[in-house]
């Protein structure tokens, strides 16, 4: 059988600076990484050396047949000091930019993901209310260097991961689609720690991560809302939009009043602010399911990646279809992904996860191209180096790339455009559960 995609769907993979260049020292992050007590269990040093290697890293994906890469742009290289612009780091990512088109390769622009200058800190962070022009500001001097050359562009990455990381403090069984360790991410030591790192206080230090109330969350749209402003007076012709991290959320009798709070913590509450974008960065890595007690642990023998979540692909076009039903602009995947050691699992979950993409396209729900996470096996935040989410493993020692088969067949199937399945194999995943 045999699944076609549009011709000019994207395909490719995700990273985020921090998690791939190495050595963001004048990050937020990185201050949390040398605290004391830190929860970080790795220190990120050099990555994997993505910033030296962008060149070869690229023509590497370009060889396979990808084309489409996602990658961030680190704020605190831009402008390491308040109001300090580095020329030399403008061009870098002007030239990771070109290196894509001269690759064949369509660049999709993180503006943010995750990490904030240090500088940042010293002002209230994501708690002050001017952090949303900084922000905008930071977005302008890039847009207007290079934002011609910027086809999509995402402003934030999962601006909804701290409220998923607040429900971590509610339910302390549950795990969010993003390494953070629970019982080290409660302990405030390592925090007032960092802060000082930041040359700054508790009371200021306030991280992305931590804008999860009424009040920052407010700081987050807005911050959201300005940059695309900017960005698109600059040049009208890139396409806006941010990412959400958003598990499917499923309900068993008894749990669909809970259900459905949790998709408006998750998505509702973000909509005023997205429906004036130009697409939306859906980033699915697994199912959640509610009933009446709370979320359901998941049933003894159940199948999880090694992030502990339920192995769960179908849940990708399930979450597509939650958004088209509410939102009216096209959806680009900006991630989906498995951390595991076995290839193999990792073949069928992309290849699981695109048949139940193509069934949305075969609904006309418009879905612009595929970004699996990740490029590399990478920096897992607090979990440090030890999951493997990539399609290129490496050895950190000598920091040689090598392509494994999931990165095979991703290549293969961006450059045939479309999905094949052996029947028999499709019977025995799909049973009764997945229709096209
Ligand atoms: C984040 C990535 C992270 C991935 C896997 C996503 O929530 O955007 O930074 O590495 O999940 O946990």
Redesign the pocket.
């Known amino acids: 059988m045999k699944y076609v995609f549009p011709s000019s769907f994207l395909w490719g993979t995700a990273t985020?600076a921090y998690?791939v260049e190495g050595n963001n020292n004048k990050s937020d992050m990185w201050a949390e990484e040398y605290s004391e007590g830190s929860p970080y269990r790795d220190y990120s040093g050099d990555a994997v050396d993505h910033y030296n290697r962008y060149k070869q890293d690229i023509e590497l994906m370009a060889s396979l047949g990808l084309n489409s890469y996602r990658f961030s742009i680190e704020w605190s290289r831009i402008e390491p000091e308040q109001g300090v612009y580095s020329q030399k780091e403008l061009d870098h990512y002007r030239d990771v930019i070109k290196t894509c088109y001269d690759n064949n390769i369509t660049p999709v622009v993180t503006m943010m993901?995750?990490t904030s200058p240090q500088w940042l800190m010293k002002i209230g962070g994501w708690k002050n209310p001017e952090t949303a022009d900084l922000f905008a500001k930071y977005c302008e001097v890039v847009f207007k260097e290079f934002g011609q050359d910027i086809p999509y562009v995402l402003t934030m990455?999962?601006v909804n991961?701290p409220v998923m990381l607040k429900e971590l403090f509610i339910n302390m069984n549950f795990m969010p689609?993003?390494?953070m360790d629970a019982k080290s991410w409660t302990a405030p030591g390592w925090r007032e720690s960092a802060a000082a790192k930041c040359g700054t206080t508790i009371d200021l230090y306030f991280t992305f991560h931590m804008a999860s109330d009424e009040e920052s969350l407010e700081i987050v749209k807005d911050a959201h809302c300005k940059a695309r402003e900017v960005m698109k007076k600059i040049n009208p012709s890139t396409k806006v939009g941010l990412?959400l991290?958003l598990p499917e959320i499923q309900a068993i009798e008894g749990g669909e009043e809970l259900a459905a709070k949790v998709w408006h913590d998750y998505f509702g509450q973000f909509k005023s602010i997205i429906e004036g974008d130009d697409f939306i960065g859906v980033?699915n890595?697994t199912r959640e399911v509610y009933g009446p007690e709370g979320q359901v642990p998941l049933a003894e023998g159940t199948e999880v990646t090694a992030?502990g979540y339920e192995y769960y692909p179908e849940a990708l076009a399930r979450t597509i279809r939650n958004v088209a039903k509410e939102l009216n602009i096209p959806v680009l995947v900006t991630?989906h992904?498995i951390?595991t050691n076995d290839d193999s699992r990792r073949v069928e979950f992309i290849q699981r996860g695109l048949k139940g993409l193509h069934s949305c396209l075969g609904d006309g729900i418009q879905v612009l191209g595929y970004l699996y996470?990740?490029t590399f096996d990478?920096y897992?935040?607090t979990f440090g180096y030890d999951?493997h989410?990539g399609i290129i493993g490496l050895n950190r020692e000598t920091q040689e790339r090598f392509v494994k088969e999931s990165g095979r067949v991703l290549g293969e199937i961006s450059k045939n455009n479309a999905v094949y399945y052996e029947p028999e194999k499709l019977l025995n995943l799909y049973r009764s559960e997945f229709e096209i």
Do not use: I, K, R
């Open positions: 985020s998690q993901h995750f990455n999962e991961l689609p993003v390494g990412s991290a980033q890595y992030m991630e992904g951390a996470w990740s990478n897992e935040w999951p989410f």
